[in-house]
């Protein structure tokens, strides 16, 4: 846990280049996720990375370490990771670990990320995305969600030779 916070935190020079320290926010979609207990290998192919937090990371602006396909980008990754569109052909490669579960204790301390459906809208301010989105909720109307993560990466679409 100790070692992942201080990787994220390391990110948020690289990452300035790109997201503004500013809060932005914009319609995203989501075209990918995974979820995993343990590090599991997160690859996105057709896509390089321009900016990265993590070290852990190939093809990718001071990140060195995972073997992969040199055609995609690759992360170690734990807990929900996700690949959210944005509206300019870019994709932000975010991660969300488990949080404390304060409101249902028969399922354990524990809960999983959220992960959106539908219309989402994502605020992006440093390191972090907060993504909205709304849920139907029948007879009864909707319900707004939200969920934090942190930027993994920011990929531009490799362009075939």
């Keep these: 846990m100790v ?3 201080v990787l994220v935190g390391v990110g948020v020079l690289c990452l300035s280049a790109t997201l503004p320290a500013q809060s932005t926010r914009m319609k995203v979609q989501v075209i990918g996720s995974q979820e ?3 590090d599991a290998l ?3 192919p057709g896509y390089t990375a321009t900016h990265c937090a993590l ?3 190939v093809n990718a602006t001071n990140c060195s370490g995972v073997a992969g396909d040199p055609n995609a ?3 170690i990754v734990q807990g929900t990771a996700l690949s959210l569109l944005l509206p300019d052909g870019r994709l932000v490669v ?3 670990d488990e949080k404390y579960n304060y409101t249902q204790w028969n399922a354990g301390i ?3 990320c959220r992960i959106p ?3 989402i809208t994502a605020e992006f301010k440093g390191e972090n995305a907060k993504l909205e989105w709304t849920v139907p909720l029948g007879l009864a109307g909707t319900k707004k969600m939200n969920e934090a993560y942190k930027i993994v990466a920011v990929l531009t679409k490799i362009k075939s030779q």
């Design 3 to 5: 070692k992942r916070f």
């Design 36 to 38: 995993s207990a343990k």
């Design 42 to 44: 997160y690859s996105v």
């Design 55 to 57: 070290k852990n990371s």
């Design 73 to 75: 980008f690759t992360t």
């Design 94 to 96: 975010a991660t969300c």
């Design 110 to 112: 524990y809960r999983s």
């Design 117 to 119: 459906c539908g219309d």
